[in-house]
C-alpha cells in the first residue's frame, strides 16, 4: 500500500478529530494500525484537537478491612516460657513469631497434632487447600501429543 497524497491528507484530518490509530487504519483500509502510527510520526504530526478521553470508570469500592487473626498463646509458651529451639517439644506450633535475629524471637508453642509442625491456626494460614490447583488441571487442555522418538543408527 502506498500513502498517496489523498490518503495522507485522509490521515491528518482524521488524526485532528482525535480519531485513534485503529481507527484510522479502519476507515482508511489496506493499512495497519502500526503503519499509520509510523506515517503520524514520520509526518510530524503532534497534537490533537480533541484527544480520545478514555472510559470513565465507576468509582471503586473501598477494600475490606482484612480480618486479624489472634493465636491465643498458652500461659506456658507466653512471657517467660517461650518456646526456642531448645525448648519446644515435639507435638508443639513450630511457627516462628517475631525476629529470628532479635531475643523476642520465639516459637508458638501451642499443641500439634503428631507428625504436624504447626497448631490448627497456624497449619490453615501456611497450607492452603489444593481445590483450586486441582480446578486448573481439570480445565487445562490435554497435553501435547509427544513426538514419536527416532531411532538413531
Keep these: 500500500m502506498a500513502w498517496t497524497e489523498e490518503r495522507v491528507e485522509v490521515l491528518k484530518t482524521l488524526w485532528s478529530e482525535g480519531l485513534s490509530a485503529s481507527q484510522i487504519a479502519g476507515r482508511l483500509g489496506g493499512v495497519t494500525r502500526n503503519a499509520v502510527i509510523g506515517k503520524v510520526h ?11 478521553a478514555p472510559k470513565p470508570m465507576a468509582p471503586k469500592e473501598p477494600a475490606p478491612e482484612p480480618k486479624v487473626r489472634t493465636v491465643s498463646m498458652d500461659p506456658a509458651t507466653f512471657g ?11 507435638n ?10 532479635s531475643e523476642e524471637f ?16 497456624h497449619s490453615s494460614l501456611a497450607f492452603q487447600p489444593n481445590s483450586a ?10 497435553a501435547a501429543i509427544a ?6 543408527n
Excluded: N
Design 42 to 52: 514520520r509526518l510530524g504530526l503532534s497534537g490533537r484537537a480533541a484527544p480520545a
Design 80 to 90: 517467660e516460657g517461650r518456646m526456642t529451639v531448645s525448648t519446644i517439644g515435639t
Design 92 to 101: 508443639q506450633c513450630k511457627w516462628p513469631i517475631g525476629d529470628p535475629a
Design 106 to 121: 520465639h516459637f508458638c508453642g501451642q499443641g500439634a497434632a503428631s507428625g504436624k509442625p504447626y497448631c490448627a491456626y
Design 133 to 142: 490447583r486441582r480446578e486448573r488441571v481439570r480445565t487445562k487442555a490435554p
Design 147 to 152: 513426538a514419536p522418538k527416532r531411532a538413531y
